[in-house]
């Protein structure tokens, strides 16, 4: 069983950023594939961005290509989503999910098995 717990949530400014961070205790870090996802207010959880177990391969939504950074420290037990150039419309919660061992690439919410509790981030115009 693993637990997530996010962080680094606030408010920002249009084309400011912010860095996320998700704590992972209570299973192998280094075995389950990580990812972030938001959720905008009346939406559906939207996927944002995977890292693969090693950490040596992502992909990111093309919503956020080129703007987003997502990455982990094994070490750490910590995955990170760097948010760059932020939109007001990109206003929602954020969550991290984890996904035990199997393909890595995986975009969905259904095929996640744990998450964190979410963290809020407003972009103000």
């Known amino acids: 069983q693993v637990q997530l717990v996010e962080s680094g949530g606030g408010l920002v400014q249009a084309v400011g950023s912010l860095r996320l961070s998700c704590a992972a205790s209570?299973?192998?870090?280094?075995?389950?594939?990580m990812a972030w996802f938001r959720q905008a207010p009346g939406e559906e959880r939207k996927f944002v961005a995977v890292i693969s177990r090693s950490g040596g391969s992502t992909v990111s939504a093309d919503s956020v290509n080129g703007r987003f950074t997502i990455s982990r420290d094994n070490a750490k037990n910590t995955v990170y989503l760097q948010m760059n150039s932020l939109k007001p419309e990109e206003t929602a919660v954020y969550y991290c999910a984890a996904a035990d061992p199997g393909t890595w690439y995986r975009t969905q919410t259904s095929e996640y098995d744990y998450w964190g509790q979410g963290t809020q981030v407003t972009v103000s115009s």
């Open positions: 209570g299973g192998t870090f280094s075995r389950v594939t």
